[in-house]
């Protein structure tokens, strides 16, 4: 007769391998209870020395999710748009540099309010001719965002930059190395965390999400938890942003000020009409979306303010002399509920519209003030 311990031991085995296998069936469930990885529908990255990745060239996709469907393209030079003209005397182009906003994010590229400016500009300025670059990258941060419009701004030689800035980006800046050139100048972004896949795909790096022990799903649940938890002690929440007084934060709060220094310094010196302006969140518009920052509690965070980081990220281009276009109250001025997507929090197409409605006038002094 075997010893009571032996029994003991093979019982808890036993039970343990059970909570694990049951624990395995519910990740594996929870990964394809959408029918499809997300991501994976999104094969049109690869990766680049100056700016981590970039998207690939002459791409054409289908993008499902549960509120819209998206056809994506991209060109020879790996912009969501058709070929770009060659330049001309009498054209004037004006260059749009963004993350998923300007991107178009959920709508069709005739649907973007870089398009949709365009048409404007062509109604309020007869004869004026205007060539479009829209080089936004969805998930793209401020520093990428300006590696990315040096290199534009060299190849197309643009008279206004029309810059959108998103503040949750701030956030992703804390896992950038930035790579200076000898006189101090942002060249480059690294991430060590960032991986393109062999299809394109854009992943975060680590054996554990990409390779799990047995393909373990739960493995790879736990892995992506505490990935989460890392960013979440390194940066914070996104709502601690709307919270004053909060020091986990404002090194990237500094970093984002040089940055925006930087940016307002390189077009100035070379002439270029710079358009910044602040894409706010759903929350901001609406008052609704929370879960688009991160909260899925029932009701709202207390002690909050949700106009906090816009006025946070206008102080370092008052500082730099330049003036930055808030959208958040003329938005909310204009029927904002159906301007977003609401469980996504991107703009819709009457979104779009109606940022490009605001910047026009914008646009028209910028364009007016470089003779064009």
Same mark, same amino acid.
């Given at each position: ?258 940055? +925006?220094?930087? /940016? *307002?310094? @390189?077009?100035? %010196? #070379?002439?270029?009409?710079? =358009? &910044?302006?602040?894409?706010? !969140? ?10 688009? +920052?991160?909260? /899925? *509690?029932? @009701?709202?965070? %207390? #002690?909050?303010?949700?106009? =906090? &980081?816009?006025?946070?990220? !206008? ?14 109250? *003329?938005?909310?001025?204009? %029927? ?5 997507? &609401? ?24 364009? %007016?003030?470089?003779?064009?």
């Amino acid at each position: 007769m075997l010893p009571r311990w032996v029994f003991v031991v093979a019982v808890n085995v036993a039970a343990i391998a059970l909570v694990l296998g049951a624990g395995e069936l519910a990740a594996r469930w929870m990964a394809g209870a959408n029918g499809v990885d997300q991501d994976e529908q999104l094969p049109m990255c690869r990766s680049d020395a100056l700016t981590i990745w970039r998207y690939r060239p002459d791409l054409h996709l289908t993008y499902r999710a549960p509120e819209f469907e998206m056809q994506i393209r991209t060109n020879a030079g790996g912009l969501r748009q058709g070929p770009i003209a060659a330049a001309a005397e009498d054209v004037t182009t004006v260059l749009f540099i963004g993350d998923s906003f300007t991107f178009g994010w959920g709508v069709a590229e005739e649907q973007r309010y870089s398009e949709v400016l365009a048409r404007l500009m062509a109604e309020r300025r007869p004869g004026t001719r205007l060539r479009i670059v829209n080089a936004g990258h969805w998930m793209y941060t401020f520093d990428q965002q300006l590696v990315l419009m040096k290199e534009m701004i060299e190849r197309y030689k643009p008279a206004v930059v029309v810059q959108g800035f998103y503040w949750m980006h701030i956030r992703s800046l804390f896992n950038h190395r930035l790579v200076r050139a000898p006189d101090g100048t942002l060249r480059a972004v690294e991430d060590p965390k960032i991986a393109v896949s062999d299809r394109g795909v854009l992943k975060l790096r680590s054996d554990w999400l990409e390779r799990p022990p047995l393909g373990s799903q739960l493995v790879s649940l736990v892995a992506r938890a505490i990935l989460n938890r890392d960013l979440r002690e390194k940066a914070g929440e996104w709502v601690s942003y709307m919270r004053p007084d909060q020091p986990q934060n404002e090194t990237l709060w500094a970093l984002t000020g040089e940055i +925006v220094a930087e /940016t *307002a310094r @390189t077009l100035r %010196a #070379d002439g270029i009409a710079y =358009l &910044p302006f602040l894409v706010p !969140t759903i929350i901001e518009v609406t008052g609704a979306g929370w879960p688009t +920052v991160g909260w /899925t *509690a029932a @009701t709202p965070p %207390a #002690d909050v303010d949700p106009t =906090l &980081p816009a006025a946070r990220l !206008t102080a370092p281009f008052v500082a730099n002399d330049t003036t930055v276009v808030p959208l958040a109250a *003329a938005m909310r001025d204009r %029927a904002g509920a159906g301007l977003y997507f &609401p469980r996504d929090g991107h703009w819709t197409a009457d979104g779009h519209a109606i940022a490009a409605e605001i910047l026009a006038p914008h646009l028209d002094r910028a364009l %007016a003030r470089q003779g064009r």
